[in-house]
């Protein structure tokens, strides 16, 4: 487990402390499979001419936040005379859940990386990968996306950007390296080969220049400050994704396919590749899953109904979400504008944000993990132990 942090504790009685920690010890936190308290979540308890206190929970999008807030403020009850002079914060604050690949001093500090896969072309990768950016980013994760598709980039059209012109960015005189810098939109840092390349174009590059290529957009890139960065690789297991795998510390991949057997056949070779090269497996979102009539409002299985949750048994691994096949999420990133983003209260746009919870619960539990995962082979895997600095941020929904 993660290491302990004793709180700070002043001019609090230890009455009080208890009962915190009683509330807190029997509240469940299902996602993350353990109690409030075993979380090590509280980090201040101080009273001053006000009684403060401060949570620093291990991921946004944690469905349990509001619970946590509850059972302390039913803790204080009797304990507080009024309960207008307390000031309960609650912050969250990302971990890496593998060995950091992208930690570059005052450029970048990639906590997470996780990858969006498919078997095969044509099942809406793309459009799951901005959507899922988005819906994470309204949890209020800091997030990243990278479009590593270099044969047929799709985030610049997803994301309204073709033809915004060049790409800037500025040199490093003391390492001399050039960095680019992401244009940001819905709060999202986007990089693509899209931007730098004529898209009209046909890309005929060989294995080591997409590996070139690739490698410089995780880099060379200005992140700044992320707590996960999404990865929309290429369809298949070739090239880039042999790269990636080698090359960078992956947190989790997600796989995504349609119902029918062909696609999820593929879907087998994906997760074994995956295996192979030790990167954990997050789940299998189903899109276009099935089709919601308008006139008789009725679900319609397009392309066959089970096959996922049955192929997701078999290589044990869950899906975390069924996507239907509707037109507005077609002429949403048509337009440039996911749905997450076009509609954020819309039923589509709730599909994406639940995904997204299972997203963050997956990885705040493998950031638990007594030593990180590290399948890169240019990492050094003595850096496991290593403590980033904590970076907190308050909670948007509390």
Request: aromatic content about 6%.
């Amino acid at each position: 487990m993660a290491q302990a942090i004793d709180p700070i504790i002043k001019n609090v009685s230890p009455e009080l402390i208890m009962a915190l920690k009683e509330a807190l010890t029997n509240l469940a936190v299902p996602e993350l499979n353990t109690d409030a308290w075993s979380l090590n979540i509280l980090r201040e308890v101080i009273m001053e001419e006000r009684l403060k206190i401060c949570v620093v929970l291990p991921t946004f999008g944690l469905r349990s936040e509001k619970n946590i807030a509850f059972a302390i403020k039913k803790a204080l009850v009797e304990h507080v005379g009024d309960p207008e002079l307390v000031d309960l914060f609650i912050y969250s604050d990302v971990k890496p859940a593998a060995v950091q690949s992208i930690k570059i001093p005052e450029v970048a500090d990639v906590r997470n990386i996780i990858l969006v896969s498919s078997g095969k072309g044509g099942v809406g990768k793309s459009t799951v990968a901005s959507n899922l950016a988005v819906a994470m980013a309204s949890l209020g994760c800091r997030v990243g996306l990278l479009d590593a598709d270099v044969y047929g980039p799709s985030i610049p059209v997803m994301f309204d950007l073709e033809g915004e012109g060049e790409v800037k960015g500025f040199s490093d005189k003391e390492t001399n390296t050039t960095y680019m810098i992401p244009p940001i939109k819905y709060d999202i840092a986007l990089m693509s080969i899209g931007f730098l390349v004529d898209t009209d174009a046909p890309m005929i590059w060989r294995g080591p220049m997409i590996a070139s290529a690739s490698m410089q957009m995780f880099h060379n890139v200005y992140w700044g400050q992320l707590d996960y960065l999404i990865v929309d690789l290429p369809p298949g297991t070739g090239d880039i994704q042999l790269t990636i795998a080698q090359k960078i510390n992956v947190a989790g991949a997600i796989i995504v396919s349609t119902p029918q057997d062909v696609a999820l056949k593929d879907v087998v070779r994906a997760k074994k590749m995956f295996d192979k090269v030790s990167i954990p497996t997050i789940g299998l979102i189903e899109n276009m899953s099935y089709f919601m009539c308008d006139g008789c409002e009725k679900r319609h299985e397009i392309f066959a109904n089970g096959g996922a949750q049955e192929q997701a048994a078999k290589l044990g691994m869950s899906v975390l979400g069924e996507i239907p096949l509707v037109p507005s999420i077609r002429s949403a990133s048509d337009e440039g504008k996911p749905i997450t983003a076009l509609e954020p209260e819309s039923e589509l746009a709730g599909l994406f944000r639940e995904i997204a919870h299972d997203v963050c619960a997956f990885h705040a539990l493998q950031a638990t993990a007594e030593v990180l995962p590290n399948n890169s082979v240019l990492n050094n895997p003595q850096r496991a132990n290593e403590a980033a600095p904590e970076k907190k941020r308050r909670l948007p929904v509390l």
